[in-house]
Every structure is written in C-alpha cells, then in structure tokens.
C-alpha cells in the first residue's frame, strides 16, 4: 500500500511539473531537418537573402579592403564578385562581421549552413532564459512555433543577424533581474550589433536615470567600438557615419517596416515633422510605463522597435520578449495566450503570401506598447514568480 501511495505521489508530481524546454534528440533531429529545408530554399533564391551580403563583407575585410569597406564603389565591386544585386549595401557596424569572418573561408552554402545552425542556437537559448525567467513553461512549443512565425522563418531564410539582438535583450533582462545591473547593460550594448533597435532603449533608460545599467552598456559599447577599429582600421570607421547618410535605404523597404517611418510611408505621411514628435512622444510614453521591471523592459523594447529608423521584417523577432513579459506580468492572462499566438502567427504568414506591407504590423506593436502604459499595476500577477532577490536592489522595485 505505501509503496502504491509513493508511486501515485510520484505520478502526481510528473504530471503537475512544468513541462521545460528541453534540448532533446528529436527536437536536434527535427531542427536539422528544417535547416536542410532552409538550406535547399537559400541555394534556390539565393540573391534574395541577406546573407550574400555579411559573406562578401567579410571577404573584404579578409581579402585586403577592410579600409574601404564603407565605400560604395569597394562594396559594389565585391557584390559582382558574389553575385550580389547593388541594393544591398553592408550597413552594420564592422564588429558584426566577427562571427561571419571564420565562416567565409568555407563556401557560402556551408557557411550558410553553419550560421543557420548557430542562430537555432541563439533562439533556443533566448526562448530558454525568457522561459526560466518568467515561469511560462509550455515545452518545446515555443520552438516549433516560432519556426512558423514568419519574422523568425524570415531571419533563418536571409542569415540575419536579429536573434544576436533578440539574445542580447534577454539575457540583459535576466541579469537586470537579479540586480546585476552593470552586466547586463554590458550585454546589451551586444544589441549595438543592430544599434537602431537599442538606441530608443537607451533613450528611456536616460530619462529614468539608470546610470549603472548606462555604464555597463557605455563600457560594453567601448569594446565594440575598439573591436570595429580593429576589424576595419580607424579610416573606414570614420566613414561609417556618411556612408549611412548617403547610402539611402531603398523606398521598396520602408512599407515593410513595422515602425513609426513605415507605418507613415504606407499613409503617405513620411514627413520628419511628424516622425521625430512621434518618436519622442513614444520614448518619453516608455519611461512613464516603466513602473517595474517587466513593464518598463517590455515597453522601452517596444519603443525602441517602433522609433528605430530601419526595422527589417526580420527584426520583429524581437518582440518575443515584450511577450514573454506581458504574460509574465498579467497584462496578457495566461490562458489566453494560445488564443492570442496562433491568430498573430496566422496573420503574419498571411501577410507575407498576399504580400500585405507589413509596416501595418506597427499598429499591434503601438497596440501592446499602449497597453502596457493603461493597464493598472495592480492587475500584475508578475510579482508572484519573481524572486526575492530581483527586488532587492532598490534600482529594481516598483516605481524605483
């Protein structure tokens, strides 16, 4: 009998625990099924994607250009090389091609490949710190699903660069959590990788005056910029700046940017008088929601989305982690969110087929950045899973 009692108990207790993300053999097996399937479509639509440009970046910088990799004229002779179109300019910072330097010594699709697998990588630990952070166990369903989700399939398909951003904000919001705040921002000066989806972020962080978070992001950003010196030589950094001035983001991108400069291109609105009050008005809006931690994490990453002045169909992969936080903090109910991703994960996939603009998506990113601000504290059921040491900095309570 007590042995039939111990085993119910045991039974009871596997049945109630949270399933985790685990990093099981069928989900590898699985995953490398998907990334021959990436793999085959990349080979096919090859000049389409995105990653041809980092491979040939690179080639310049291994192949003796590293001082002239933001001259045009540099860039386009390395384009005819790779067979890649004129449009697609290098526009990062020179620090993002260190972990495509190793990988273009191999052939691009292997290059590709190997990529692919590390930003697998990259999401599976994102979608591992956002879960063990905010008690939200679902098990492997956030990883099968977000490969349908068309910003992340997008970012596998192209070999961007957003789930460095997307790793970045969450481990920085792990250790903002646990009140090492000078670590984190160092961490999150990593999203600079990408530095027009961090700039609002650090804007809300001024107006708060988080000044230990700032200098952990201002010493990680030094490293940054001491490793882009490195990589392409004081002269071609010096040019950086005019080679993003005049080096125009092509019109037939901007409808497809899910920020405030798309969302006004698409209604003909595109006009500086209106964006930069708008912006200013959705930063100064993100430092009022910051009332807590999830809140104000989840806004300010909002913000810096809406505000951000290019924002590829693939960076709205970023919005994983304003998720995670709304459900953690009760302004999304737990039970609802399957009702809530299956329609989100339709509708982008619909979006993507009928060729909609997706600059519309910026109407439920302002949706949920509004929302964050008007839902009341009280209604926060985040408290309960949050441990007491991330309330033990005064930096880190409500209304700190």
């Known amino acids: 009998m007590q042995a039939a009692r111990v085993g119910a108990k045991k039974t009871e207790s596997s049945q109630s625990s949270p399933r985790k993300l685990q990093l099981s053999g069928g989900l590898i097996a699985f995953l490398a099924?998907?990334?021959?399937?990436?793999?085959?479509?990349?080979?096919r639509l090859d000049t389409r994607y995105d990653f041809g440009i980092f491979y040939?970046?690179?080639?310049?910088?291994?192949?003796?250009?590293?001082?002239?990799?933001?001259?045009?004229?540099?860039?386009?002779?390395?384009?005819?090389?790779?067979h890649r179109p004129p449009d697609t300019l290098f526009r990062n910072p020179p620090f993002a091609l260190i972990p495509i330097l190793p990988l273009a010594k191999l052939p691009m699709a292997v290059a590709y490949s190997?990529?692919?697998?590390?930003?697998?990588?990259?999401?599976?630990?994102?979608?591992?710190?956002?879960?063990?952070?905010?008690?939200?166990f679902y098990g492997n369903w956030p990883v099968l699903l977000s490969l349908i989700f068309a910003p992340i399939m997008g970012n596998f398909l192209h070999g961007q660069l957003s789930f460095v951003v997307v790793a970045s904000y969450s481990v920085a919001y792990a250790l903002w959590r646990r009140g090492r705040l000078?670590?984190?921002?160092?961490?999150?000066?990593?999203a600079t990788i990408?530095?027009?989806?961090?700039?609002?972020?650090?804007?809300?962080?001024?107006?708060?005056?988080?000044?230990?978070?700032?200098?952990?992001?201002?010493?990680?950003?030094?490293?940054?910029?001491?490793?882009?010196?490195?990589i392409a030589g004081i002269p071609s950094l010096m040019a950086y700046p005019h080679f993003l001035l005049h080096s125009d983001t092509p019109l037939s991108e901007l409808p497809h940017m899910a920020n405030w400069q798309g969302f006004l291109t698409i209604l003909g609105l595109n006009y500086w008088a209106l964006l930069v009050p708008l912006s200013v008005v959705t930063v100064l809006w993100a430092a009022w929601a910051w009332k807590d931690l999830d809140r104000g994490f989840a806004a300010a990453t909002l913000a810096a989305m809406l505000v951000s002045f290019h924002l590829t169909p693939q960076d709205i992969s970023l919005a994983l982690v304003p998720f995670y936080l709304c459900v953690k903090a009760g302004i999304l109910p737990r039970h609802r969110v399957p009702a809530f991703v299956i329609p989100v994960i339709a509708t982008t996939m619909a979006m993507v087929i009928v060729q909609v603009p997706l600059a519309f998506l910026?109407?439920?990113?302002a949706t949920?950045?509004?929302?964050?601000?008007?839902?009341?504290?009280?209604?926060?059921s985040g408290a309960e899973n949050t441990p007491s040491y991330a309330l033990s900095s005064p930096e880190l309570r409500p209304n700190a």
Do not use: N
């Not at 099924?33 to 080979?43: D, E, K, P, Y």
């Not at 080639?59 to 090389?81: E, K, N």
């Not at 692919?116 to 008690?135: H, I, P, W, Y």
């Not at 027009?196 to 992001?217: M, P």
């Open 362 to 365: 910026a109407i439920p990113l």
């Open 56 to 82: 040939y970046a690179a080639h310049m910088v291994l192949d003796g250009s590293r001082h002239a990799l933001y001259d045009v004229s540099a860039q386009h002779a390395f384009q005819i090389q790779y």
């Open 33 to 43: 099924l998907v990334l021959a399937i990436f793999l085959a479509i990349h080979l």
């Open 114 to 136: 190997v990529w692919t697998a590390a930003s697998f990588a990259l999401l599976f630990v994102s979608l591992k710190v956002l879960q063990d952070e905010t008690g939200l």
């Open 368 to 380: 949920a950045f509004c929302w964050i601000g008007t839902e009341p504290l009280e209604k926060s």
């Open 182 to 190: 000078t670590l984190g921002g160092a961490v999150l000066a990593i």
């Open 194 to 230: 990408k530095f027009q989806l961090v700039i609002g972020f650090v804007a809300v962080l001024l107006l708060k005056r988080r000044w230990r978070e700032l200098a952990g992001f201002a010493a990680g950003s030094t490293v940054f910029l001491a490793l882009s010196i490195w």
